[in-house]
């Protein structure tokens, strides 16, 4: 079952189509009662042959109300399906700029930056370095570091050099 904003689209594309569903079945019910009504002329004629154009009628009204119907729930389909593939994407690339974000963290601490000094944040492959560090050798080893971590597109850096922390 859907979930969030998605899953709210899905119902809301789902509520239209039934509604849609209903109305086409009201049409429907309105377009067969002139042909089951005849005139008082017609009532002379051969109820076989009349009864064998009245079912026609309906037959040719039932099959372009169903292929109104069938088009319908395509077309809201389609629509409900690139919603639902829209959001996976989305989900995805949450989860891929998290996972950039562990290795470059990863990356950092390995070399000696403080965790709770420099702060890291990914969002779009574009890495984001803010926080303090001791001096612009390690301001430039750190964008340098973030950089070379696998799917990175960019670095920019916030950092600010500053004294060290005791």
Known sequence: MPHGASGARFFRVMTRLLAGMSIASAVLWLAMLPACKRAPEEKARSSDKAVREDMK????????????????AVGAADRAGQKV??????????SQDSWITTKVKSELASKGFDPLRVHVDTDGKVVTLSGTV?????RAKAVALAGAVKDVARVTDHLFVGPAQR
Do not use: L, Q
């Open 85 to 94: 593939s829209e959001a996976g994407d989305r989900v995805a690339a949450g």
């Open 57 to 72: 009628d309906v037959a040719r009204t039932t099959e372009k109300a169903a292929n109104d119907i069938g088009h319908a």
């Open 134 to 138: 001791e001096s612009a050798t390690e």
